[in-house]
C-alpha cells in the first residue's frame, strides 16, 4: 500500500486550504450577485444603491484576494456561486413581487450576510487554513459582519 499520498490525520495540506477558500468563495460570488440585484431594487433610494454597490465592490475585491492566493497554492478558484445561491436569489425576485421591493432587498441581504458570517467562522474554527487563508477570510468575515450589522440596524 502507498501512503505517500494519503494525509496525516491532523496535518494541515495546501488541498484542505484550497477546499475549504473555494467554499468560501462560491458563497462570496453568490453575495456579489446578491448586492448587485439588491442595487438594482433600490433604484429609487440613492444612499442605499450606492451602499449595496460600494458593499459589492468589497465583496469583489475579497473574492480577487482568495482567488489570488488559491493560483498561488496551484490551485483552481472558484468561479461561479452555489445552485443554492441563484435559488435564493430567484426565490427573493419572486417574494419581491408581492412586497416593498426595497425592504425585501434589505432582508434578502441581511439574511445573505448573516449565513456568510457563520458559514466563515466554520471555516476558521476547522483548522483547514493556513495562516494566510485564515488571513484572509478574517478580513473578509469582519466585512460581512460589518455589512450584516449595519442592515439589521436599518431594517430593524
Request: glycine content about 8%; charged content about 30%; hydrophobic content about 35%.
Amino acid at each position: 500500500m502507498d501512503i505517500t499520498n494519503t494525509p496525516t490525520p491532523g496535518v494541515l495540506t495546501k488541498e484542505d486550504t484550497i477546499e475549504e477558500l473555494n467554499d468560501v468563495t462560491r458563497l462570496m460570488i453568490d453575495s456579489f450577485k446578491g448586492y448587485r440585484e439588491a442595487a438594482d431594487e433600490a433604484d429609487d433610494n440613492w444612499a442605499l444603491k450606492n451602499e449595496f454597490d460600494q458593499r459589492a465592490e468589497a465583496r469583489s475585491r475579497h473574492i480577487a484576494s482568495i482567488q489570488n492566493y488559491v493560483r498561488e497554492l496551484g490551485g483552481e478558484p472558484s468561479t461561479h456561486g452555489t445552485a443554492r445561491g441563484a435559488v435564493h436569489r430567484g426565490w427573493m425576485n419572486f417574494a419581491n413581487m408581492f412586497r416593498d421591493d426595497e425592504k425585501g432587498a434589505i432582508e434578502s441581504v441581511e439574511n445573505g450576510e448573516s449565513f456568510l458570517a457563520n458559514r466563515i467562522e466554520d471555516c476558521l474554527q476547522d483548522g483547514q487554513l493556513d495562516a494566510t487563508g485564515q488571513q484572509l477570510l478574517q478580513t473578509a468575515h469582519a466585512d460581512v459582519c460589518a455589512a450584516a450589522n449595519y442592515y439589521d440596524r436599518i431594517d430593524g
